[in-house]
């Protein structure tokens, strides 16, 4: 039903807005959990290198940790273009979602 005031048609507005923020911020969060466990998983592997490191004593066990950065830093590498693809996936949800809720036709 049409207001004189045209007040039905902002309340439609500030609900489908108000349900495309939320959509938003849902897909923000997932994003930024994304990024959190990746950090986390960086953050470890370079902890225990650098205590492996310290506790090296000889040439052998520095070559050892070498080869073991080298590995690490493929992991990483590996790590972020899953985090990476997994963010990509999380924004083509919300724009699709973010799609359909703006293409709701009006109701009666």
Same mark, same amino acid.
């Given at each position: 039903m049409s207001h004189a005031s045209g007040y039905a048609d902002f309340a439609r507005f500030v609900e489908q807005a108000t349900? &495309?923020? &939320?959509?938003?911020?849902? +897909?923000?969060? @997932?994003?930024?959990?994304?990024?959190?466990? &990746?950090?986390? +998983?960086?953050? @470890?592997?370079?902890? +225990?290198?650098? &205590?492996?490191a310290m506790s090296a004593t000889d040439e052998a066990s520095v070559r050892v940790l070498m080869a073991r950065g080298g590995d690490l830093q493929r992991e990483g590498v590996q790590r972020a273009a899953s985090a990476a693809g997994d963010m990509f996936d999380v924004a083509v949800e919300t724009a699709t979602s973010l799609g359909a809720l703006a293409g709701q036709p009006a109701r009666a």
């Open positions: 349900a &495309a923020q &939320a959509l938003a911020w849902r +897909g923000m969060e @997932r994003v930024a959990d994304l990024h959190l466990q &990746a950090l986390e +998983g960086h953050a @470890r592997a370079a902890s +225990g290198l650098m &205590a492996d």
